[in-house]
């Protein structure tokens, strides 16, 4: 007992900065030098658990175990350890010490904060509960530091008066969760404190708290006088004990047959009252304690959740207003374009008229323009040319206002996602985990309360039958009625109860023994229950926590989901020009302005967006951005059936594919490596797509249904069903919110990502749907059908943030030219064309805006199945019934390159968004993937 008073064992936590070894090493120090020095302002981190053991006068020793800082610095870059895990490291420290040796339990807990950051260390659930383990009657010290750096509103250092005015204010101000929180509250107020940094009079030493801790222990006898009174009270209980038997007449010896315990056995029978009451008292403890953790944590959880979805609303309503302006910009925009394409034919025409009678080689008699018609002519083609500056002018600032609404927008969407994050996340939390196992905490602790009191009960009836003796009551006692297993007490028994007590009596030690065990038996079953619930729960714990590192991601934010400006094709003041000279007379460039170049499908780089995103959301399909050339597969990917579909991921990195084995398979598209197999579907696997976000996938089958497929983990999420024949296409909106589908039920369905929910059933092909596809920004969705039509719908709304979305979907326009079915529909990124493909063994291209046929592209001698056009609207790909992939010009509809490696019908061709490779698939089971960017790779 006096080596215990002499060694005091204190453990030292707080963040790495707040001063803590510097405290230990000043109070070591001060034992051999007795100037007041106060503590450093920095500080070398603590990396590990470090013992500094400072003796003191009279023999005394301090042991002081230093622990890293929480949230603080680790060497090499490292995270920050958690507060659980070093609690953890420190009691494996002392459980290391006392294995070695006898080893003082942790008599003080100095707890260090900053006053800078005092409300900011976490303490919640299991790092509570550690550290309740750890130090369950230790004496708490929290001791706030850097006092002195803290200035009042006059900029000085603040008073002795101010630090305590506004130590009291932080303390009572405590974030909930936090250890400050717990420092005030949790300990039940029994925490001292203290403060360090300020001006002498309102500043404790190092050395000074130590002596206020510890000064006057070496001479305090309670501790002692407490245990010397338990042990006086303990010998008075049984001297009083002895003096009960003797008062009743009980004998020393078991033939006497007096009634009342006698035996040692007995004594250690009846001990065990006391061995199963603690488990049992502790069990229900932890319960309470764990219960009132998990219902602290669904309070923080639940308010964390109102707080960001209070948030989420309003910026939902900020984004959708800012869409709002970004419509109104669009349109502004468009109707100056009109104008400008208006005044640009008026100053073609214009400049035509004047320039006719000086056209050089003209064989045709030409009539002279009177003077004053020529000059009016030159005065409406100057006002032509400035109504058109004019306007380029007013679209430049039009595109410079769209530039800053798309910037506030992304702002909008990037916070939006993460709000997305934090309410799905704390939703989470309470729906799988914390509510039901708060439910759980409630119904277990009614089950052990429960079990204490059906275990009280028959411990006291066996106390009572122990006690009471056969000449007493034992024979009414209900443990020893239940333990006679249905037989009955002989007459002769009871009239002669001196002569049986101590067969009976030995009889109903056994009883008693045997209830203990059955007793002992069912805590421990519930025990033992309840730690599997545990195990569940850490389960629920993992699996929560790895989804929320690893698992799907809240789709990122894509710009193609905004209102889209078509670029004009010439800078601002480009264009044709007539100069007038001081007669009048229009100055005619030497070169023809008036002859138009071919009307190319590429535009001109888009002058309206910037050349560098100002905030990174997501790459962009058709952005341009290589994929860090990522090299091919060294040969074709080979599945076990006909390829029907084939898409890449937005990064490149994997394909997807979709084939008659009725499965789907993810690909890494380096090394062509299978990486998932998908089942589910019952027929033909016709057509897949992936998110832009590429964490899921959803198909279309012959069996009628369109499914949904978790990337990461290959499990199916969501059947969608209401197509009353095969689906043979499906597509996914750029911004993942909507899927697209079309069969041979002549319908075309748009349905909610999220929810499977139908939003729009588009009817009015009278043939069977083969290909489907949204534009980049949304607004609209193409078909093609076995009818030889096209049929341009106007999509659902994906204004869906916080309001209802549209479930109409209008017919917009309708594409004929095609003398065969249409196999294959594709938008290019800037939403003007439209190419398709169809069994008439032509490939088209069309006006989107117009509906209006461009160009055919003939050179495929059977059906062409499947068509795409390249991110840059530069190159057409197509597959065809001959076997082979053919790439076109688009602008001019010329074949570039005829690829027949292929033994079997090319069935699918896709784009990688870099636009730099090619992926086909075929009937011959095989995928192969090409790079256009080298020539030498298309031989394969």
Avoid at 267 to 277: G, P, W, Y
Avoid at 670 to 688: F, P
Avoid at 726 to 739: F, L, M, P
Avoid at 783 to 788: C, I, K, N, R, Y
Wanted: with cysteine.
């Amino acid at each position: 007992m006096s080596q215990d008073l002499k060694e005091q064992v204190i453990a030292v936590i707080g963040k790495f900065d707040s001063g803590k070894t510097t405290f230990i090493k000043a109070v070591r120090d001060a034992t051999s030098n007795a100037t007041h020095t106060r503590p450093s302002a920095e500080e070398a981190p603590t990396l590990g658990v470090v013992e500094y053991r400072v003796p003191l006068p009279g023999g005394r020793l301090l042991t002081f175990i230093d622990t890293p800082g929480l949230d603080g610095y680790q060497a090499g870059g490292e995270k920050a350890k958690e507060t659980e895990e070093i609690l953890r490291m420190l009691e494996e420290h002392i459980t290391a010490k006392g294995e070695i040796a006898r080893f003082t339990p942790v008599t003080h807990v100095l707890v260090f904060l900053s006053a800078n950051d005092i409300n900011s260390s976490e303490f919640k659930g299991r790092a509570r509960r550690t550290f309740e383990r750890l130090f369950p009657n230790s004496q708490v010290a929290c001791i706030t530091t850097h006092w002195d750096q803290i200035e009042g509103d006059d900029g000085l250092p603040i008073t002795v008066e101010e630090a305590k005015s506004k130590e009291e204010s932080i303390y009572a101000s405590a974030t909930s969760g936090s250890l400050l929180e717990y420092l005030h509250a949790g300990r039940e107020g029994n925490v001292l404190r203290f403060r360090s940094g300020l001006s002498i009079e309102g500043y404790s030493f190092p050395q000074d708290i130590i002596h206020k801790l510890f000064g006057g222990q070496a001479s305090d006898p309670t501790l002692e006088e407490r245990l010397v009174a338990m042990t006086k009270e303990r010998d008075d209980l049984a001297a009083k004990y002895a003096l009960l038997l003797q008062e009743k007449g009980g004998p020393t010896t078991l033939g006497e047959a007096s009634p009342g315990p006698k035996d040692p056995s007995e004594d250690s029978t009846l001990d065990s009252k006391d061995v199963t009451r603690t488990p049992r008292t502790g069990e229900v403890t932890e319960l309470e304690r764990e219960a009132l953790d998990v219902a602290h944590e669904c309070k923080s959880n639940r308010q964390k959740s109102e707080t960001a979805f209070a948030e989420l609303k309003n910026t939902g309503s900020r984004f959708a207003e800012g869409l709002g302006n970004l419509d109104a910009v669009v349109d502004e925009y468009t109707s100056l374009r009109q104008g400008k394409d208006i005044f640009e034919e008026q100053e073609r025409s214009l400049t035509a008229e004047l320039n006719a009678p000086q056209s050089p080689g003209s064989q045709s008699s030409v009539r002279a323009i009177p003077a004053g018609t020529k000059q009016r002519f030159v005065l409406r083609l100057q006002e032509a040319q400035a109504n058109l500056k004019e306007t380029e002018r007013l679209m430049a600032l039009v595109a410079g206002d769209y530039r800053q609404g798309c910037a506030k927008v992304e702002l909008e969407a990037a916070q939006i996602a993460k709000l997305k994050r934090i309410v799905q996340g704390k939703e989470r939390e309470l729906g799988e985990w914390l509510l039901p196992e708060s439910e759980w905490f409630t119904k277990e602790l009614e089950n052990f309360r429960a079990l204490q009191t059906s275990i009280s009960t028959s411990l006291d009836a066996m106390r009572s039958g122990l006690e009471d003796g056969w000449e007493g009551k034992l024979g009414d006692n209900t443990v020893f009625l239940e333990g006679l297993g249905g037989y009955t007490v002989h007459s002769e028994m009871v009239a002669h109860p001196e002569d049986w007590a101590p067969a009976i009596e030995s009889f109903y030690l056994s009883q008693v023994s045997l209830a203990l065990s059955q007793e002992m038996v069912k805590f421990h079953s519930a025990v033992l229950e309840r730690l599997k619930i545990q195990e569940k729960s850490a389960q629920r714990e993992w699996k929560n926590g790895s989804e929320a590192i690893f698992g799907q991601r809240v789709p990122s934010f894509m710009k193609s989901s905004l209102p889209q400006l078509i670029p004009f094709t010439e800078e601002p003041g480009v264009g044709v020009t007539v100069t007038v000279g001081p007669s009048g007379d229009p100055i005619v460039p030497s070169e023809d302005p008036i002859v138009p170049s071919p009307d190319p499908i590429v535009p001109s780089p888009d002058p309206i967006m910037p050349s560098e995103d100002p905030i990174v959301l997501a790459d962009q399909p058709g952005s341009g951005v290589p994929h860090d050339h990522l090299p091919l597969p060294s040969r074709p990917l080979v599945g076990n059936g006909g390829v029907m579909s084939v898409v890449f991921s937005l990064d490149g990195t994997k394909v997807v594919s979709g084939s008659t084995d009725n499965t789907i398979r993810v690909w890494d598209a380096s090394t062509g490596q299978v990486q998932k197999v998908l089942t589910g579907h019952t027929a033909n696997c016709t057509s897949v797509a992936i998110s832009g976000d590429g964490s899921w996938i959803v198909s279309g089958s012959d069996d009628r249904t369109v499914r949904t497929w978790d990337v990461m983990t290959g499990k199916e999420k969501q059947v969608l069903l209401g197509h009353t024949g095969a689906v043979k296409a499906v597509a996914v909106s750029w911004d993942g919110t909507r899927i697209c589908s079309g069969g041979d039920d002549h319908r075309v369905r748009a349905w909610d990502a999220a929810t499977g929910a139908v939003q729009s059933i588009m009817e009015g092909h009278t043939g069977g749907v083969n290909s489907v596809a949204f534009s980049r920004d949304g607004k609209w969705i193409a078909s093609g059908a076995w009818d030889q039509t096209i049929r341009v719908w106007g999509a659902p709304s994906t204004k869906r943030v916080w309001g209802a979305s549209s479930t109409k979907s209008k017919l917009q326009k309708v594409l004929q030219g095609h003398n065969n079915g249409v196999m294959s529909v594709a938008f290019s990124m800037d939403g003007t064309r439209i190419v398709s493909a169809s069994s008439d063994c032509t490939g088209k291209v069309w006006d989107a805006s117009t509906g209006s046929l461009l160009r055919t592209l003939v050179g495929h001698t059977r059906i062409v199945m499947s068509i795409a056009l390249s991110p840059d609207a530069r190159r057409i790909i197509s597959g065809s019934y001959d076997h082979t992939l053919r790439v076109w010009d688009a602008s001019t509809g010329e074949v570039q390159n005829v690829l027949a490696e292929h033994s079997g019908i090319v069935w699918s061709v896709a784009f990688s968004s870099d636009g730099r490779r090619v992926a086909t698939g075929s009937f011959d089971t095989t995928i192969r993937i090409w790079d256009l960017s080298e020539p030498a790779s298309l031989s394969h």
